[in-house]
């Protein structure tokens, strides 16, 4: 089992994978490598799983999603028992026993993060392959080498300690995961892209930002002028952008311009008091009545 062990050599000598070894650290378990073909070592865990099988997954159950599964199935552990003997101590249930153990186990502070790295290169289309399918990431990391995080049922690639990108994780083949945000600073240096790009295909923009696209009509100019106000998320977040459509639309101006105004007071910052007319706006360079400074335009003229 690969993700278990690097290396089987003679007896039980192995090389342990070095994220099963951390795994292990963390719940401070010290692993024991059974010897190659000798199934009476394994202490009956194969017997175990097939007990468990029978007693809680037959006959055979659906679930919507992992997260439903989990939760019945803690439901029917906790049940199973409190209804059924402890093996030894007959007069305690499963679940009196645990109680009475409970103050002397080590306290778990947090969850293992556990997941699969592997080093992957970005294409030139901010893309990486990961098995057998296609997730983009942040344009900035085109032709790149990333890092690759697989969880069970996510990925995250990981750029140095930036992480650029997050996606759910495909069991099929040949898909390609497009997250249209990771091609803003593509877009914004070719709008075009925006009308034939594969990455922008049925995407379902948030509200404001949709709103806004049907009010700016279609054309390449609208594009252009949509795709401003798009790029600004980069810079001043999603919800100014929102608030600043909203803004203006609701006051009538369907403008990438006005958008853009309302963006850049958005980022002036709050005044504690309000305006004082004789000291904010009094001017640094007050003019100098001089009149003494005709003469020497006059004197200038007489020379000429």
Same mark, same amino acid.
């Given at each position: ?5 690097? =290396? ?13 070894l951390v795994?292990?650290?963390h719940?401070?378990? #010290? ?6 073909? =000798?199934?009476?070592?394994? %202490?009956?865990?194969?017997n ?12 055979r159950? +659906?679930? =919507?999603?992992?997260?439903?599964? @989990?939760?019945w199935? #803690? ?6 028992? /409190?209804?059924?003997p ?18 002397? *186990? ?15 290169a ?5 893309l990486?392959s ?11 990391? /085109? ?7 697989a969880?069970?049922?996510?990925i995250?690639v990981?750029? %140095? ?5 997050e ?5 099929g083949?040949d898909r ?7 091609y803003?600073?593509?877009?914004? @240096? ?17 509200? /404001?930002l949709?709103?806004?696209?049907r009010?700016? %009509? ?5 594009? +252009?002028?949509?795709? $401003?106000?798009l ?11 929102e ?7 609701? /006051? ?8 853009? @105004?309302? *963006?850049? +007071? ?26 003494? $400074?005709?003469?020497?335009v ?7």
């Amino acid at each position: 089992m690969k993700t278990a062990v690097a =290396a089987v050599f003679v007896g039980k000598e192995r090389v342990f994978n070095c994220r099963f070894l951390v795994m292990a650290d963390h719940y401070m378990v #010290e692993p024991t490598a059974c010897t190659p073909a =000798a199934g009476w070592e394994k %202490g009956q865990v194969e017997n175990q799983v097939q007990t468990i099988r029978g007693r809680f997954f037959q006959p055979r159950l +659906r679930f =919507a999603s992992i997260e439903e599964l @989990n939760g019945w199935l #803690e439901a029917e552990c906790l049940r199973w028992a /409190a209804l059924h003997p402890h093996p030894e101590q007959k007069e305690l249930t499963v679940a009196e026993a645990l109680e009475l153990e409970r103050p002397a *186990l080590q306290p778990m502070l947090a969850p293992f993060d556990g997941f699969h790295e592997t080093a992957h290169a970005v294409t030139g289309t901010c893309l990486i392959s990961f098995d057998r399918n296609r997730y983009s990431v942040m344009a900035k990391a /085109a032709r790149r080498a990333v890092q690759v995080r697989a969880y069970a049922d996510r990925i995250v690639v990981r750029l %140095g300690d930036e992480v650029i990108a997050e996606h759910a994780r495909h069991f099929g083949r040949d898909r390609t995961i497009y997250d249209p945000w990771h091609y803003l600073p593509v877009l914004a @240096n070719k709008p075009g892209a925006w009308r034939n790009g594969a990455p922008f295909q049925g995407w379902d923009l948030p509200p /404001a930002l949709a709103r806004l696209r049907r009010k700016l %009509g279609s054309g390449d100019e609208a594009d +252009r002028r949509f795709v $401003r106000v798009l790029a600004a998320v980069q810079t001043d977040g999603l919800d100014a952008v929102e608030a600043a459509i909203r803004e203006a639309l609701d /006051a009538g101006a369907a403008s990438d311009e006005v958008i853009l @105004n309302i *963006l850049a +007071r958005y980022r002036e910052p709050a005044t504690d008091r309000p305006l004082d007319v004789v000291v904010d706006l009094k001017l640094s360079h007050p003019p100098i009545a001089d009149c003494a $400074r005709y003469d020497t335009v006059r004197g200038l003229d007489a020379a000429a």
